[in-house]
């Protein structure tokens, strides 16, 4: 067996706020405002765009690329596709912008843990910044493997950040509390 | 001016090219419309504040195995953002210069990485390496998602299958070798 090791560094996007407990409040707060601003279907739209897009990305990796092989081989695929073709859901999808889902549960889940949140709740509201025409990209058409396969990578993303955030306070299995012991015999009537 | 409906009819009249291509372009301008109008709508949305990721030093993950062993790749990660931040590494498929394609299956511990600021995180991403899988050097990425594309290239070197100690003859069962180097014989 061998095992080699490299080091990577996390940093802030040279476009756009930097992550920090004010910019993520704001972000949060946009998005809120925003729901107000655009239609249901719009916002369902755009999440889906969004999770296509992830679904995309984890195609390319090994977990993601056999999980597609063995979904494109069964019958939920050709179902799947049927259905999004009669109810023109390409369509509806189509040129949206796609939420980026991963790094709004990222944010959420850091404003979880920001040590300084009270302090920045009473500095609201803070103005947020918008996505621009440089942060749109090309967005290609919604397939329904797509959709799928990001649904997927996001729950397990969701469920492992639960996890984590846990983690330090999780009691380990099995423990058991003593309860306080009931008398031998009441003394006296019961009803009183 | 009398237009029919049936398209074989008005096949011959001069104005039916005209009329065709005017519906076309009046279809495509109402499409390329709701295009413009909902890159319009997104280029509004709220901003979210993201990551990159930053290669230090290394410039490329390496492994080696031979076929049914694993290969641990450790990789360490630190935050300098000000805020907590989720890396789920997961590895491409590895391809080599024979044209074999390698799916492989990989354990991290832990599963996903929640590192505070300022700190450092480690993931241990042990991969298992197939008994028959040929000989080579296999090439591939260890993605992150949510960093911008962000990628490790790794290379996984895959040695010859060590060779089978030929059966004592007149064995039944298969052997295997115990702690402690004994033999024990399964029948």
């Known amino acids: 067996m061998s095992d080699t090791s490299g080091r990577i560094r996390l940093a802030d996007t040279a476009a756009g706020p930097g992550r920090s407990t004010a910019t993520l409040l704001a972000s949060l707060q946009a998005r809120l405002t925003a729901l107000h601003l655009c239609s249901g279907a719009d916002a369902i739209a755009s999440l889906t765009a969004g999770y296509a897009k992830l679904g995309r990305e984890i195609s390319l990796t090994a977990e993601g690329a056999r999980l597609r092989k063995a979904l494109e081989m069964s019958r939920a695929a050709a179902n799947g596709r049927s259905v999004w073709k009669k109810m023109r859901l390409a369509e509806w999808t189509c040129g949206i912008y796609p939420t980026p889902v991963l790094d709004q549960l990222r944010n959420d889940v850091a404003l979880l843990l920001a040590d300084d949140i009270e302090e920045m709740l009473n500095v609201l509201p803070i103005p947020g910044e918008m996505v621009g025409f440089e942060g749109m990209g090309d967005t290609p058409e919604v397939d329904f493997l797509d959709v799928v396969l990001g649904l997927w990578a996001f729950s397990r993303e969701l469920v492992r950040s639960v996890e984590a955030v846990a983690s330090p306070m999780l009691p380990p299995g099995g423990e058991f509390t003593q309860g306080t012991k009931a008398p031998d015999d009441v003394e006296g009537s019961i009803l009183r | ?187």
């Open chain 2, 1 to 187: 001016m009398k237009i029919s409906n049936d398209p074989a009819e008005e096949k011959g009249r001069p104005f039916a090219e005209l009329f065709r291509l005017q519906t076309e372009f009046q279809a495509r301008l109402a499409d390329e419309t709701l295009r413009y109008l909902r890159r319009l709508q997104g280029s509004a949305a709220p901003a979210s504040p993201g990551t990159i990721m930053i290669p230090d030093g290394v410039s490329e993950l390496k492994g080696l195995g031979v076929p049914g062993s694993s290969v641990e790749l450790r990789l360490e990660i630190e935050n300098l953002q000000r805020v907590h931040c989720t890396a789920s590494p997961m590895l491409s498929l590895l391809v080599s210069a024979s044209g074999v394609t390698w799916f492989p299956e990989s354990e991290s511990s832990p599963v996903s990485l929640l590192v505070a600021p300022a700190a450092t995180a480690e993931l241990r991403l042990r991969v298992a390496i197939p008994p028959r899988l040929p000989a080579g050097v296999y090439r591939g990425c260890l993605m992150l998602h949510g960093f911008c594309d962000g990628a490790l290239p790794v290379a996984i070197e895959v040695g010859e299958p060590p060779e089978e100690k030929p059966r004592q003859p007149g064995g039944r069962g298969r052997s295997r070798t115990v702690a402690g180097g004994k033999t024990r014989k399964k029948t």
